[in-house]
């Protein structure tokens, strides 16, 4: 397989340090063709940016909401400034990893603020986003009605059917990883199999969301390679080939975020 994307990671990662280059050259021996690195916080906007640039990848800067609640006042207009100037950079291709997590429901108010915050630079500036929701699909459909965005991917996807409408009706596109792998995810497989074949994208959220064979074989650290084996799963729950799912995925992932397209469409 040629031409995957992981529409979703966390290259920075201390985790994957020691052997980030082994890591990225096994998911390149797999058919990664590129990986979208999504930042956590002002600490780490830095490293994204360099990751993406040394190693010929995409990458994306935001506040992501369990890193709300520690922000200073200032990091949000700062992500203004950042992105702004990240414009020039090729490798630079959306606000993300932002949203509201009502799972663990830290300052939820404080949560909030910020995603309209980014919201209001992803629209001011046309970027799309990397969407994080656990438990606040409607929270989100709220605000994303108020302002507006581009579109982006709704990463790791498990709401309900009227949730998957609502989305997609706002131009999303959703993202399907390694929960994807489980038999009891019922509800998530069933979305990935229904789904409108313009509107799937696939991802690792390495090195989170282990697989139901990373699991097996005891570790809990999803590497980049894995994406290999949510697109032979996507292939098999959607009855189509291997070749069609990768040809789809990509497809989405380059209508998702146009400025990673631009990168790979001549
Ligand atoms: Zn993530």
């Excluded at 603020?113 to 656990?134: K, M, N, T, Y």
């Excluded at 302002?147 to 709401?159: K, R, Y």
Aim: hydrophobic share 45%; aromatic share 6%.
């Amino acid at each position: 397989m040629t031409g995957l994307i992981d529409t979703h990671s966390h290259l920075q990662a201390e985790s994957l340090a020691s052997d980030l280059p082994d890591l990225i050259a096994a998911a390149r021996a797999r058919g990664v063709q590129d990986i979208v690195i999504c930042a956590g916080s002002r600490e780490d906007w830095a490293r994204c940016a360099d990751l993406a640039h040394a190693f010929g990848l995409s990458y994306m800067l935001g506040i992501h909401p369990l890193a709300a609640p520690d922000a200073g006042e200032g990091d949000a207009s700062c992500l203004a400034e950042r992105a702004q100037a990240a414009m020039d950079d090729p490798h630079f291709i959306g606000i993300g990893e932002i949203g509201i997590d009502c799972l663990v429901p830290v300052e939820l108010d404080k949560q909030e603020r910020i995603f309209a915050e980014q919201l209001r630079i992803a629209r001011r500036l046309g970027l799309p986003l990397s969407v994080h929701v656990r438990k606040s699909a409607s929270r989100l459909i709220k605000y994303l009605r108020r302002l507006p965005v581009s579109g982006g991917v709704i990463h790791a996807f498990n709401g309900s059917d009227a949730e998957r409408a609502q989305f997609l009706a706002m131009g999303f596109r959703l993202g399907f990883g390694g929960a994807a792998s489980y038999e009891g995810s019922l509800r998530i497989r069933r979305h990935l199999s229904e789904i409108p074949s313009d509107r799937w994208v696939i991802e690792t959220d390495a090195p989170d969301m282990p697989s139901s064979a990373r699991r097996d074989a005891g570790s809990l650290r999803t590497e980049p390679a894995d994406l290999a084996d949510t697109l032979a799963l996507a292939a098999r729950l959607r009855g189509i080939s291997e070749e069609e799912a990768a040809r789809q995925s990509r497809e989405n992932a380059f209508a998702a975020f146009p400025r990673l397209a631009l990168r790979h469409v001549c």
